[in-house]
Nanobody, 124 residues
Framework: QVQLVESGGGLVQAGGSLRLSCTAP????????ISWFRQAPGTERDFVGG????????NFADSVKGRFTISRDNAKKLVYLQMNSLKPEDTAVYYC?????????????????WGQGTQVTVSS
C-alpha cells in the first residue's frame, strides 16, 4: 500500500505562483510514476502533468504547458508541482497519484494510489 500526502495549496492572485508537494513515505517511492490531477466542482478529474520514476521524462496537459513544471527528489521522497502564471481557471483540488514502474498515463483510472487532495484557488 502506498500513501500519498499533498501539501502547498492555498489562495493566490492571478499571475502568481504556488508550489505543491507530494510525498509517499516508504521504500517504493523511487519506483513510482507520480502524476498530478485536478478536479473543479462538477467536472471530471483531469490530468495536469506527470513525471517518470527517474525524473527524466515529464508530460503536461496542453492547458498548463509552459506554466507548470514537475520535479522529484527521490532521496527525499518528494515530487513538486511548480505552478507559475496561475489563472482563475486553474482553481481546483489538486491530487497526486502514483502507479508502478511504467509510463506516465493520462487517465485517472490508470492510477492506483491517490492523495487526499489540496485546494488551489486563484483569484482574478
Amino acid at each position: 500500500q502506498v500513501q500519498l500526502v499533498e501539501s502547498g495549496g492555498g489562495l493566490v492572485q492571478a499571475g502568481g505562483s504556488l508550489r505543491l508537494s507530494c510525498t509517499a513515505p516508504g521504500r517504493t517511492f523511487s519506483s513510482l510514476v507520480i502524476s498530478w490531477f485536478r478536479q473543479a466542482p462538477g467536472t471530471e478529474r483531469d490530468f495536469v502533468g506527470g513525471i517518470s520514476w527517474s525524473g527524466s521524462t515529464t508530460n503536461f496537459a496542453d492547458s498548463v504547458k509552459g506554466r507548470f513544471t514537475i520535479s522529484r527528489d527521490n532521496a527525499k521522497k518528494l515530487v513538486y508541482l511548480q505552478m507559475n502564471s496561475l489563472k482563475p481557471e486553474d482553481t481546483a483540488v489538486y491530487y497526486c497519484a502514483a502507479r508502478g514502474l511504467t509510463s506516465i498515463r493520462f487517465r485517472a483510472d490508470e492510477y492506483v494510489y491517490w492523495g487526499q487532495g489540496t485546494q488551489v484557488t486563484v483569484s482574478s
